[in-house]
């Protein structure tokens, strides 16, 4: 038992549906949240400057003594690589827990895998799907548009704007036949109706950041640092831009409001 919160990072709005699925399997838990949003996007920079991003995160969520850390990117994660077990905390990252739903789902064995630029040129995913499957077809596309519209709240599923970019990036998935969509971005299940219109009802998604609050309950409970308490948790949120901003755009995705819970850091002191 550890009444300790939970920290949660990503580059800005995207790990919040980690934190949707973590209050949703957990209630009682307490997070804490840190937000990149002056840094957002991480996808399109280099492997050096989202490595030294994902760091001053890590610290910073461990000077608020968090019992775990959940690495709720999949650029961070794809970066981080093997350099998460060193940690003082117990980590969770979002590939893994998605790569093992994705091999399980999968019936005709053509999965997509769609991330950001780093997290594609980075081959992570592919790496480790064959590793525990090798006889996949995988389809990987980097789908770098997606993360600016959603930080910018084009989400709706009927809005033309990011239904161009779906079909765009989409399209060459949709022909292969893929049964099995990884969204290895945790921004992109903000736009999974528009993603769903587009793929059909018949493709399984993976949602990498639903996925890893999952893991994070598996690894709480089989170390016995679950909190116990009956209260509901409660979820301080930190931002390296406007906190008031942040605010007005997680509400949505959370469904629930944040207000008077956000704060802004100075990420480059960490
Ligand atoms: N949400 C992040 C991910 O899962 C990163 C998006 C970005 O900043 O490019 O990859």
Redesign the pocket.
Known sequence: MDTRPIGVF???L??LTTVRELRRTMPNEDIVYFGDTGR?????RSPETILRYARQDIRFLLSKDVKMIIV?????TAMLAGGLQDLPAPCVE?LTPAVEAACARTRNGRIGII??KA?IRSGAYERALHAIRPELTLYPAACPLF?PLVENGFTEADDPIPRLAAERYLSPLRQAGVDTLIL????YPILRPLLRNFMGESVEMID?GAEAAHAAKKLLESTGLQSLTRKIGCCDYYVSDSAAEFAQNAGPILGESVCGQAEQIDIESY
């Open positions: 990503d580059s800005g995207g790990g957002v996007p991480y996808g399109s709720a990117c999949n650029t961070a979002v991330g950001t997290t993360v290895g971005c945790t921004h990498s």
